[in-house]
């Protein structure tokens, strides 16, 4: 995904997405350790797939706030 999608998601939509992302990578973790998965690469694109859309919701979580995260 890229960030400005991301933006545009609501909060609730980038924590329902991180849920699907983290139910994802599981599957693919499983499916390298049988020898399962034709693309290996696919577990590290979805790992920053997930750190994009938790940095996006911790930078709206800090303007809601109104703070600077500090």
Known sequence: MKPQEIRDLGAEEIE?????????????KVKL???QVENT?????IK???ARLLTILNQKKAA???????
């Open 64 to 70: 809601v706030k109104g703070g600077t995260g500090k």
């Open 33 to 35: 350790s049988t020898k």
């Open 48 to 50: 920053k797939d997930i």
């Open 16 to 28: 329902r997405k991180i849920k699907e992302l983290k139910e994802s990578l599981f599957k693919v």
């Open 41 to 45: 690469s696919q577990s590290k694109i």
